[in-house]
């Protein structure tokens, strides 16, 4: 008999007190598919998902060089996919829609339903009903509950191998260890790859729902030919978006026939071809400048600084107040270690968008980098009021108190990086300033 986590063997009245508790939770693990519904195991609760979307959109979005300055169009996006979402199987859910900075074409969901379209994809989209099948697609991830299902097949298969030390309470050990795996890269446990049966559901889901909200389903079928077109003749752009949802012929020619058979009496609806137009005038003003942006990645990516930084440059002559292609820039001279030029470029930054965060991190790294701790704190201390929850932000200002020789200061913000993260480099660095300065004593060698 497997002994539990303390290294002492397990009672026969232990194991079948465990046994039932487990047997127990698994019951209460199922639940009702609300698209389909039929039981299904899920280990995440509805609370939950709006929980860890709450507590990590944010970081996405940031990564994602914020919400879009131009507030007409956010708002654009934001309606469209409201009109969507009272139709949805979970219209309780506290739905919000954005269109984001980023240049790469994609858009994704979190779990409780925060919903993205970048610059990059609002792009390359023709009308408002194929924005309608974007947002509907991923709202058919969100209802059918994708992402909380691959979520608990992940904490089923760790209760497996855990074994009986694996027991009650375990589930939110769980959901804090896949939450503490977001922050500094987004959220990439949360937009991991759907499956293509995913993609079939969310499929099915975007047509039901866009067509009932009173568009055309040749908006969908518009939007399977238009990612299919890239796939074909930009590829790289939209690598990311089909990493995570893969794409196929034979999604677009499900797209067509269910246009031409189940919602065939909608084939004459609308597609708000000038409103779209309209309402994406100004973001294709700067069309010119984002294509660069794209470039520039790409070929950074690749080493290629030299042209990277010429694609960066020709992007901030057609919008030199863009705050993505000022970070981009800044992003890239910390890359080269030009370290003052990148500070000038992520102040510029946190000059045209103050309420978005990820500049002035930049901004304080290129402080630190040239001894400047004062004004790195000053920045720091910025981002995690307007970013809470990035346990990097933490050990970047323990350092800056440390360059100042605030030692206690330092010492505080040490101690709040180690309670969230043990191990790397700065997890090192932070313990050993601690054990030098006397607030941990370590263990005499026997």
């Not at 994809?121 to 059918?144: C, K, M, P, R, T």
């Not at 097949?153 to 896949?178: C, E």
């Not at 001894?371 to 995690?384: C, D, K, Q, S, V």
Request: with cysteine; proline share 3%; charged share 20%.
């Amino acid at each position: 008999m497997r002994g539990n986590s303390s290294g002492k063997q397990l009672t026969r009245r232990q194991f079948i007190q465990l046994t039932a508790a487990g047997a127990a939770a698994m019951a209460a693990g199922c639940a009702t598919n609300p698209v389909t519904g039929e039981s299904q195991l899920m280990l995440v609760s509805e609370d939950q998902e709006i929980q860890i979307d709450k507590a990590n959109h944010p970081h996405q979005f940031s990564a994602d060089y914020g919400i879009v300055q131009d507030k007409d169009l956010d708002a654009y996006v934001a309606a469209t996919g409201r009109r969507l979402a009272s139709l949805t199987h979970r219209p309780q859910m506290p739905y919000n829609f954005h269109a984001v900075n980023a240049t790469y074409v994609n858009a994704y969901a979190f779990p409780g339903g925060s919903i993205a379209a970048t610059r990059g994809i609002l792009l390359a989209l023709d009308d408002e009903a194929q924005l309608a099948s974007l947002l509907g697609h991923e709202l058919g991830h969100v209802n059918a509950r994708h992402t909380a299902r691959q979520m608990s097949k992940g904490m089923l298969a760790q209760a497996v191998v855990g074994g009986l030390a694996v027991a009650v309470g375990t589930q939110g050990q769980l959901y804090g260890q896949v939450a503490s795996q977001l922050g500094m890269i987004g959220a990439g446990a949360l937009l991991a790859s759907y499956s293509r049966d995913n993609e079939r559901e969310a499929d099915e889901l975007g047509m039901a729902y866009m067509v009932g909200a009173g568009y055309s389903p040749e908006g969908f079928v518009g939007l399977m030919d238009m990612l299919q077109g890239l796939s074909r003749e930009k590829p790289g752009s939209i690598e990311l978006m089909f990493a995570t949802h893969p794409m196929s012929d034979e999604r677009y020619q499900k797209a067509v026939d269910n246009a031409r058979t189940t919602y065939r009496q909608a084939a004459k609806a609308p597609v708000h071809r000038e409103r779209y137009m309209d309402n994406t005038a100004r973001l294709r003003a700067i069309k010119g400048a984002i294509d660069a942006l794209q470039e520039g990645e790409k070929q950074m990516a690749k080493k290629n600084m030299a042209a990277a930084e010429n694609h960066f440059k020709q992007a901030l002559q057609q919008a030199p107040k863009d705050y993505a292609a000022l970070t981009m820039m800044a992003k890239f001279q910390l890359v080269q270690k030009n370290y003052d030029a990148a500070q000038r470029y992520a102040g510029e930054a946190v000059a045209v968008y103050p309420q978005e965060a990820q500049a002035r991190h930049l901004s304080g790294f290129a402080q630190i980098k040239q001894g400047r701790y004062e004004p790195a704190l000053a920045e720091f201390t910025a981002y995690e009021r307007l970013l809470p929850g990035n346990s990097g932000t933490v050990f970047y200002k323990g350092l800056c108190l440390e360059g100042m020789q605030r030692i206690p200061q330092a010492a505080d913000q040490y101690k709040r990086y180690l309670n969230a993260v043990q191990q790397g480099d700065q997890a090192q660095h932070a313990y050993r300033r601690l054990v030098e300065w006397g607030y941990v004593r370590t263990q005499p060698k026997r």
